[in-house]
Structure formats: structure tokens, C-alpha cells
């Protein structure tokens, strides 16, 4: 059965949703101490009235005594309540983003098989929210609602205080609102800027060797600079906007705090109020301002945070969620497409048109055909990564899309043309950084005739490849890519150009993999001109332009494109590949061999 962490992966596209709603308890929780908090602010100016208006007037120092360690005590819990506060929004950040995600990362893949090179950019924007959540940004939400009550509180003390906290309050606010609509345009545009940029660097630095073998570094340095200016041009503006109203709000706060005191001077000269009442409005109002002064001064993260807040929102509604599929029997490997057409998006002509064919296990099917002519294409088609737009491709008599992708993947075997490792070791990336099962791992390796390969490194199994498999030379991340491949027989194997990087001792191991893979009963489809690929195939398809153009036993459709190539230009007749050997399938006639290649691509 599928498990609860798989099934909860499927159901992506509302998952943000669901984990705000779920936050619905935390965030009582956090009201229910902003209440302690607030109520316990209270202890400064209560003090200060006590003092003034009792302990100096009857001069009780007794008094005195016991109201310090009332507020002593009072302000201890304050304290101890503010950190737990603190630390509990540290640890709600910390559940978003372990709730979220694996979520994302699961859609940034889904969006990458659709085009979408931007997956990343949604973990970028969860730690953006998860470092707003977790800070004292948030924390002001739950504080804002307490300033009409501190407002109440000091229009009580005396009206005509109360008509001047609540002036500076209105006037803050306006100020608030005003940031908010000059630094917004601003904000989004330095955000979007600061995306491409980072996007550009992260290209150029991914293609290292190619940048620096064609003194390329100089123009991408060029179009990096340019939108990296532009995101700085907009943050630079949106800070110095933000740095404007800032410096307004800090004035007007002071001044209203001084101006507070004064007004309470005059009003205790006039007698109509305590010195008491004078310092403990001064107090209230500086707690009824201070959450409106925190949202100013946190306002490019709030911004920040509510940008990505939006963009997860957006991506995550516009990537199609996985749909929860039943789990059918363990797949033999027969697959047949009917009439099936794919048209990548963004695109008008279809890359694959009407394609019909048939794989058997225990058969090798070799996909020949020029360059750009959809073979790649139909690979990733077979394997369920695209969707063909039009017809059906079955599994065992089942359409592909009804099997479950977890189930497939263990079934299936993919070898790409640019070979993909993963930082680890090199038993972690056979065992497609799973469990490592060791025997199983073992068994893959001498499949794809790579144990001797793997021991001659200094680890052996354990070697650590590095990001990437940057410590290994190309043939060897291609049999290591062939060994993954290969994890756990699979029942359909697809290689596309498996060997581009291999020499001839790599091409003879190639050849024994892929007769030991048709002797497990696997089906098998290969990407290649090159006869020692042709020598191990049952069946011959040239695919060009996304059409198949013939099909069907190899030397039947090998002397059919001997002929057509003699007809069409009287060019050397395609040699036919054979099994010199036993041992690798290694043609022993090389001119013909290249030979062969060069008219089979043209």
C-alpha cells in the first residue's frame, strides 16, 4: 500500500492551504500570550502612578518595597513569556518549512519535466517566509490589535491625552500606508530582478568549463550585470523610500512622547492630574506606538515575505497535482503506443506525430534516426515524464497514467543522454540514494559489468563522487549511470545514447549489460547509431521528424536502408553489424563501422 508521507506528496497544489489552516491553533496559542504580554505591559505605568501618587505622597517606603517586587515579578514572567513567544515562532517557521518542503520540491521537479527551469525558486521563497515567520516581524500582528486598548487607556487617564495618542496613531498608520504604496512597485520590481540575476549566475557558474574554454565570461558577465543592476536600482529605491518614512515615523513618535509629557506637565500644574498620570500615559503611549514603529521598520520583509508568500501560492496552483492512483500488479514491460503525438508547450509542431510501436520484454528495440528527429523525446514519453497530447501508450494493458509514478520508477531503468549523479557515494547513487541494499547494489554494478570499474577507486563502492560526480571522468559516470539503471532488474530499460562517453573496453561491457538485461527477461530500448548498439538489437526503428518511417526485425530494416541509401545517392552501401565477437559484440572492420554511423545519422 502507498504510504501516508507518498500519498500526502500527491496532493500538492492545495497543500499550502491546508498547511495555513493547520497553523490556525499555533496562531491562538501566540494571541493567548500576546494577551499575557500586553496585560503584564501594564505593571510599568501602574507602577509609576503608585509611586507618584502614593509611595512620594505618604512616604511609605514599605510601600515602596512591595510594589518593586510586584513589578519585579510581574516583568519576570513578561520576559519569560516574550522569549517562549519568540521561540515558539521560531519553531512554527521551522514546521512550515519541514511541512512544505518536501511539497515544493516535488513540484519544482514536476515543473522541470514541464519546462519550468524556475522549481528551485520556490524553496528560495518558503526560507524567505519561513525567515519572516520565525523573526519579530510577525510577532506584530499579534501585538497591533492591543493599541486601540492602550489608546482607551490613556483617553481615560485624560481626554485630552487620549485626543493626542490616538492623533499620533492615525498619522502613523497614514505613514504605514503611504510606504506601503510607495516601496510596493519597487519591492516586486527588485525581487523579480534579483530572481533573473541569480538565475543567470547560476547558469553561468553551472557551465563552468564551456565559459571558460570559449572566453565567454566576459558577455554572460555583461547580461548578469544588467539585471543584477536593475534588481539593486530597485532595492535601492525601495530602501531609500522606505528609509524616508522611517526617519518621519521615529520623529513624530518622539515628539509625541515628549509632546505627551509636556501636555501632562501643563495639566498637573493646572491640577487636573496626578504626576503619576503624566509618566504612565508617556509609558502607554510608547507601548500603543510601538507595534505601528515595528511594522515600519520590518516593512521590506514583510513585502518581501508576502511576495513569496504569493509566488508559492501561484506556482503551486498552476502545477497540476499528482493525482492518488491504484496500485496495479508489478509491471512485465510490454508497452504499446497507439497513434500517440506530443507538442512540447510553447511550441506549434509536434516533435512526436502518430507514433505507433510495440516493446516486448526480453527484446532490444533500437530507436535510430537523425539528429533532432524526436528520439529523445519518445524516450521521456515512455517513461511517463511527458504526457503525448494525443493517443495512448498502455503498460500490461493498462494506460501509462493510471500506474503509479513511485511504482513505475522502481519498474523502469533510464540512462540519459547527460548523465546526472548526485553528491554521495557511489553505492548511494546505484541505489538511486535510497536504502542502500548491498546485494542488490552488487548485483547492478556486475550487470552493468562495472564492479571492476568501481573497486579500482580508492573507496570502492564508498568512493564520494562529489557534486555531481565531478571526481569522475565521463565513461565512468556513464557505467555508473548504467549501473543505476539497471538497480533492481527493472522490467524497462531505456538508454538514450548509453555510449557517448565510453571507449572500447566501456562499449564491450555496454554490449554484455544489455544481452544480460534481454536474458532477464527486461525490455530494452536503445538510442544509438553505433553497431555495437545495432548488434544487440532485435528491432530496428527509424524515427525522423517524429514520425516512424520504418520498423521492424534489424537486418530486415538494415537492408532496407542499404538500398535506399544506394538509390538515393549511390553512396557506399551500409555495412551490416555484426558480432565479431562473443565476448563485447565489437565490430571488427572500424571504417565500416564509422561508416555506418555517419549514413545512418544522414
Known amino acids: ?48 502612578l503608585q509611586v507618584y501618587d502614593r509611595v512620594l505622597v505618604t512616604g511609605r517606603v514599605e510601600t515602596l518595597i512591595m510594589l518593586t517586587l510586584l513589578i519585579a515579578g510581574a516583568l519576570l514572567v513578561l520576559g519569560l513569556l516574550d522569549a517562549l513567544r519568540a521561540m515558539m515562532m521560531v519553531r512554527f517557521g521551522c514546521w512550515l518549512n519541514a511541512r512544505l518542503g518536501p511539497v515544493l520540491l516535488a513540484s519544482g521537479v514536476r515543473a522541470r519535466l514541464v519546462g519550468d527551469t524556475a522549481g528551485g525558486q520556490m524553496l528560495r521563497d518558503l526560507a524567505q517566509v519561513q525567515g519572516f515567520v520565525s523573526s ?61 540575476a541569480q538565475g543567470s549566475a547560476d547558469a553561468t557558474i553551472r557551465n563552468a568549463e564551456v565559459v ?31 528609509a524616508l518614512i522611517l526617519g518621519l515615523t521615529k520623529f513624530l513618535r518622539l ?7 509636556g501636555l501632562g506637565a501643563w495639566l498637573v500644574i493646572r491640577g487636573n492630574v496626578s504626576g503619576g498620570v503624566m509618566i504612565a500615559s508617556s509609558i502607554l503611549l510608547g507601548r500603543a506606538l510601538g507595534p505601528v514603529e515595528a511594522a515600519m521598520s520590518t516593512w521590506r520583509n514583510l513585502m518581501g515575505a508576502r511576495i513569496a508568500f504569493r509566488r508559492l501560492k501561484t506556482r503551486l ?22 497513434r500517440v503525438s506530443f507538442i512540447p508547450q510553447g511550441a506549434r509542431a509536434p516533435v512526436l506525430d502518430g507514433v505507433s510501436l510495440t516493446i516486448r520484454p526480453g527484446e532490444v528495440t533500437a530507436v535510430i534516426g537523425p ?55 557511489i553505492s548511494e547513487n546505484i541505489a538511486r540514494m535510497g536504502r542502500i541494499d548491498d546485494e542488490a547494489v552488487l548485483k547492478a554494478a556486475q550487470l552493468a559489468h562495472a564492479h571492476e570499474l568501481i573497486q579500482s577507486l580508492p573507496h570502492g563502492y564508498n568512493t564520494q563522487i562529489g557534486e555531481g560526480g565531478a571526481r569522475l571522468s565521463g565513461g565512468q559516470r556513464q557505467r555508473i549511470g548504467l549501473a543505476r539503471a539497471l538497480y533492481g532488474t527493472p522490467c524497462l530499460v531505456v538508454l538514450d545514447e ?55 526485425p534489424r537486418d530486415e530494416i538494415l537492408a532496407r536502408l542499404r538500398i535506399g541509401s544506394a538509390a538515393a545517392g549511390g553512396m557506399a552501401s551500409v555495412p551490416r553489424a555484426t558480432e565479431a565477437t562473443a565476448e563485447g559484440g565489437t565490430v571488427v572492420n572500424r571504417s565500416a563501422a564509422q561508416g555506418s554511423e555517419r549514413e545512418l545519422q544522414s
Open 212 to 242: 571558460r574554454a570559449m572566453a565567454m565570461l566576459p558577455a554572460l558577465s555583461a547580461r548578469w550585470e544588467e539585471s543584477n543592476n536593475a534588481a539593486l536600482a530597485a532595492t535601492q529605491r525601495a530602501a531609500e523610500r522606505g
Open 371 to 425: 539528429s533532432a528527429g524526436g528520439k529523445s523525446t519518445l524516450c521521456r514519453v515512455l517513461l511517463g515524464l511527458n504526457a503525448p497530447g494525443s493517443g495512448q501508450i498502455r503498460l500490461d494493458g493498462s494506460e501509462l497514467h493510471h500506474w503509479d509514478p513511485l511504482q513505475l520508477g522502481r519498474a523502469f531503468g533510464y540512462l540519459p543522454q547527460d548523465v546526472e549523479l548526485f553528491s554521495g557515494t
Open 136 to 196: 519579530q516581524g510577525l510577532i506584530m500582528f499579534f501585538d497591533a490589535p492591543w493599541t486601540p486598548v492602550f489608546l482607551l487607556l490613556i483617553w481615560f487617564l485624560h481626554p485630552l491625552m487620549g485626543m493626542v495618542a490616538v492623533s499620533a496613531a492615525v498619522l502613523l498608520l497614514g505613514l504605514s500606508l503611504l510606504n506601503e504604496w510607495l516601496t510596493r512597485k519597487a519591492t516586486l520590481n527588485a525581487a523579480l530582478a534579483g530572481m533573473a
Open 498 to 552: 548509453p555510449n557517448a562517453n565510453l571507449d572500447q573496453a566501456g562499449e564491450a561491457a555496454l554490449s554484455a549489460a544489455i544481452r544480460d538485461m534481454r536474458s532477464a527477461g527486461s525490455a530494452m530500448v536503445i538510442v544509438g547509431h553505433r553497431p555495437s548498439t545495432l548488434a544487440c538489437a532485435d528491432h530496428l526503428v527509424f524515427l525522423r521528424d517524429g514520425r516512424i518511417e520504418m520498423q521492424g
Open 1 to 48: 500500500m502507498v504510504s501516508q508521507k507518498t500519498a500526502a506528496l500527491r496532493n500538492q497544489s492545495g497543500e499550502l492551504d491546508r498547511a495555513i489552516r493547520a497553523c490556525r491553533s499555533a496562531a491562538w496559542v501566540m494571541f493567548a500570550f500576546s494577551l499575557a504580554i500586553n496585560v503584564l505591559m501594564l505593571a510599568s505605568p501602574l507602577y509609576m
Open 317 to 338: 496552483g498552476a502545477i497540476p497535482a499528482e493525482p492518488e492512483r491504484f496500485l496495479l500488479p508489478s509491471p512485465t514491460g510490454r508497452i504499446t503506443m497507439n
Open 255 to 261: 515628539f509625541v512622547q515628549s509632546a505627551i509629557l
